[in-house]
Structures are given as structure tokens and as C-alpha cells.
């Protein structure tokens, strides 16, 4: 199983340009779920999805679309890029639509987005 | 405002000391998790505890839920350099489904 699996590493886009970071899955998993991480604010959960077709807003939704057409691949996307929003983007699954008592939250390698 | 406060946001010590870090909340939850993340990867699991007063050891690292289930310690015997990362805290919401994180722990261990 390869797990969870983020492209790209690595952008750079310049202001208002957009993009899209794809997540994958070959767990199985119900919940997926995107987090920025910028210094000294550990993660913050952007949006999360706890089965195909079902997504939701997490505490910094603004400037990201996300949709979960398929178990598997959980797409994040930025219509119009700002600096703001480099940061380093991780990906992360669970069994559970739930999370908590006894689920592991298993995350992807992260992707560098740095935003001119 | 955080809903979970962990301290403190960064230690540096010597090989062989020990240390405590905490994770504190407001709020009452079901269950907390510990993570760990090592510069230029995810964070990887390191514990769930669920009962209030509930105390978990995994080799020299010891973890503490709080008796009244909204706080949590974590501590390291004997640090080694390979201790080093970002220590963070998780809980998640039964109703919605989010797993939210402290702002993280970054401890360094040098030899």
C-alpha cells in the first residue's frame, strides 16, 4: 500500500493564478482531510470529508474548493492564489467518519506552496 | 481563540534531561491524540487516550489524560536526539467529524 500520496512536493505560483493539490488514498478510508501548517500554528484543517460526495468546511475554508467524487482522491483547490496562502499543505485519512477514540489519522508527505 | 493551548511552543535541551510538555483546553473531550513530526514529513501518530485519568507509556515517552478529560501531558525520560520534532495534540469531534490540533510543541535535543 502506498497510503496516502500528495502531488506535487513542491510549487511556486505567482498572485491569481490557480491550482489544484491532489490528495490519494488505497485505504479505503472514509474521512480525508486537507490542513495548512505555517509556524507557530501547528495544523488548521481547511476542509474534511467523511465519504464520497460528502465534504464540509473546516476553520480556514476561505480561498480553497475541495469535492470527493470518489473514495480514493480528495483534490484541493485554490482559484485564485495569495500570498497568504504559502504554506505547506498536508493531506490526511482515517477509517472512521469520526475521528477520535482509537483512529489514527494518517497523513500525506505535505506539498511546499510558496505564493509570489 | 485556540481550543487547545499546548506549552511549551518550544524547549531545547541536552541529551539525558527530561521534559513535560502540555496540551490544555476549555472543553471537555472523549479522546485526545499525540502526534509527532519530524522536519519534512506528516505527523505520525503516537497515542490516543480516552479515559480521564488515563496513563499511556510507550518506551521512555509517558502520556497523561486529565481526570476531568480536558487536558493532557506528555512526558520524555532521558531525551535522545532522535526525540527531536514537533510534538502536537489532536481531539476530534464525534458530531462533525474534525479533528483539530494544538499549535504544536517543537523540541530540540541536542547531543
Known amino acids: 500500500n502506498a497510503g496516502v500520496t500528495q502531488t506535487p512536493k513542491f510549487q511556486v505560483l505567482k498572485t491569481g493564478q490557480s491550482m489544484t493539490l491532489q490528495c490519494a488514498q488505497d485505504?479505503?478510508?472514509?474521512?480525508m482531510s486537507w490542513y495548512r501548517q505555517d509556524p507557530g500554528m501547528g495544523l488548521r484543517l481547511i476542509h474534511y470529508?467523511?465519504?464520497?460526495?460528502?465534504?464540509d468546511q473546516g476553520e480556514v475554508p476561505n480561498g480553497y474548493n475541495v469535492s470527493r467524487s470518489t473514495t480514493e482522491d480528495f483534490p484541493l483547490r485554490l482559484l485564485s492564489a495569495a500570498p497568504s496562502q504559502t504554506s505547506v499543505y498536508f493531506c490526511?485519512?482515517?477509517?472512521?467518519?469520526?475521528?477520535?477514540?482509537?483512529?489514527?489519522?494518517?497523513f500525506g508527505p505535505g506539498t511546499r506552496l510558496t505564493v509570489l | 481563540t485556540q481550543l487547545l493551548e499546548q506549552s511549551p511552543q518550544f524547549l531545547s535541551i541536552q541529551e539525558g534531561e527530561n521534559l513535560t510538555v502540555y496540551c490544555n483546553s476549555s472543553?471537555?473531550?472523549?479522546?485526545l491524540q499525540w502526534y509527532r513530526q519530524e522536519p519534512g514529513e506528516g505527523p505520525v501518530l503516537l497515542v490516543t487516550?480516552?479515559?480521564?485519568?488515563e496513563v499511556k507509556k510507550l518506551k521512555r515517552l509517558t502520556f497523561q489524560f486529565g481526570d476531568a478529560r480536558k487536558d493532557s501531558s506528555l512526558h520524555i525520560t532521558a531525551a535522545q536526539p532522535g526525540d527531536t520534532g514537533l510534538y502536537l495534540c489532536?481531539?476530534?469531534?464525534?458530531?462533525?467529524?474534525?479533528?483539530?490540533f494544538g499549535q504544536g510543541t517543537t523540541l530540540q535535543v541536542k547531543p
Open positions: 490526511a485519512s482515517s477509517y472512521s467518519s469520526f475521528p477520535g477514540a482509537y483512529n489514527e489519522q494518517f
Open positions: 485505504m479505503n478510508h472514509e474521512y
Open positions: 470529508s467523511v465519504g464520497a460526495g460528502i465534504t
Open positions: 472543553s471537555v473531550f472523549s479522546s
Open positions: 487516550v480516552v479515559t480521564g485519568g
Open positions: 489532536a481531539v476530534g469531534s464525534s458530531n462533525t467529524g474534525k479533528l483539530i
